[in-house]
C-alpha cells in the first residue's frame, strides 16, 4: 500500500534551515506529484507547494517563494523540503501528502505522518 | 487566492446525530473540493473527493453534496470515532486553500 514515511522531529533557532524528508513506498515514485503542507500549533492547515518527482519542477506558494527548496532523489524513491530563514511562527507540523492522481497535478490524498519543527532561542 | 469559509468553526454533537458542516467557496470552483478528517495528533485522512465522492475505505454514513461556491459534508449518524477536526480543500485554482476546520466534540 502506498506509505509516506518523513523524518523524525527538529528544533532549529531563528536563522538556520531544516531540511525534511520524505520516503515513499507502494508506488512508482515518479508517477505522482508530492505536495508539501504545514500545520502550526493548535491551527489550520497551509498548502506550500509541490514537486513533480519526474521532472524535478516545484510549485511553491508565494508566501514561501524565497524560503522554500523542495527536491528529491529519485534513486531512493524520497521528496525534500526545507525551509530556510526560520522565525518562530515557522514552528509547525510539516506533512509530505502524494497527489491523488498519477501524471498530474490534482489535489492531496495520502498523507505522511508529519514532522514537528520546533524553531526557538 | 480562493478563501474558503467553513462554519461552524466547532459543534458539539451526540452518538447518533446528524451532523452538516458548509464550506463556501469566494468564487465558484465546480466541484474541486475534497473533504479531510484529522484526529489529535494524527495526519489529515481524506473522506470525500469531486464534492460528493466518497474516498474507498470511508463509511458510507459520510457524505458529501455541493458545487461552484457552497458545500456541505454530512455524517448521518455520529460514531465515536468520528469526533475530530474536518477541513475541507478546494484545488480548482492556485494556490490550493482550506477551510479553517470544524472541530466536532462529544455532547
Known amino acids: 500500500q502506498v506509505q509516506l514515511v518523513q523524518s523524525g522531529a527538529e528544533v532549529k533557532k531563528p536563522g538556520a534551515s531544516v531540511k525534511v524528508s520524505c520516503k515513499a513506498s507502494?508506488?512508482?515514485?515518479?508517477?505522482?506529484?508530492m505536495h508539501w503542507v504545514r500545520q502550526a500549533p493548535g491551527q489550520g492547515l497551509e498548502w506550500m507547494g509541490w514537486?513533480?518527482?519526474?521532472?524535478?519542477?516545484?510549485n511553491y506558494a508565494q508566501k514561501f517563494q524565497g524560503r522554500v527548496t523542495m527536491t528529491r532523489d529519485t534513486s531512493i524513491s524520497t521528496a525534500y523540503m526545507e525551509l530556510s530563514r526560520l522565525r518562530s511562527d515557522d514552528t509547525a507540523v510539516y506533512y509530505c501528502?502524494?497527489?491523488?492522481?498519477?501524471?498530474?497535478?490534482?489535489?492531496?490524498?495520502?498523507w505522511g505522518q508529519g514532522t514537528l519543527v520546533t524553531v526557538s532561542s | 487566492d480562493i478563501q474558503m469559509t467553513q462554519s461552524p468553526s466547532s459543534l458539539s454533537a451526540s452518538v447518533g446525530d446528524r451532523v452538516t458542516i458548509t464550506c463556501r467557496a469566494s468564487?465558484?470552483?465546480?466541484?474541486?473540493l475534497g473533504w479531510y478528517q484529522q484526529k489529535p495528533g494524527k495526519a489529515p485522512k481524506r473522506l470525500i473527493y469531486?464534492?460528493?465522492s466518497l474516498q474507498s475505505g470511508v463509511p458510507s454514513r459520510f457524505s458529501g453534496s455541493g458545487s461552484g461556491t457552497e458545500f456541505t459534508l454530512t455524517i448521518s449518524s455520529l460514531q465515536p470515532e468520528d469526533f475530530a477536526t474536518y477541513y475541507c480543500?478546494?484545488?480548482?485554482?492556485?494556490?490550493?486553500?482550506f477551510g479553517g476546520g470544524t472541530k466536532v466534540e462529544i455532547k
Open positions: 507502494g508506488y512508482t515514485f515518479t508517477g505522482y506529484y
Open positions: 514537486i513533480n518527482p519526474n521532472s524535478g519542477g516545484t
Open positions: 480543500l478546494q484545488h480548482n485554482s492556485y494556490p490550493p486553500t
Open positions: 501528502a502524494r497527489d491523488e492522481v498519477g501524471g498530474t497535478v490534482t489535489t492531496v490524498g495520502v
Open positions: 469531486a464534492a460528493s
Open positions: 468564487q465558484g470552483i465546480r466541484n474541486d
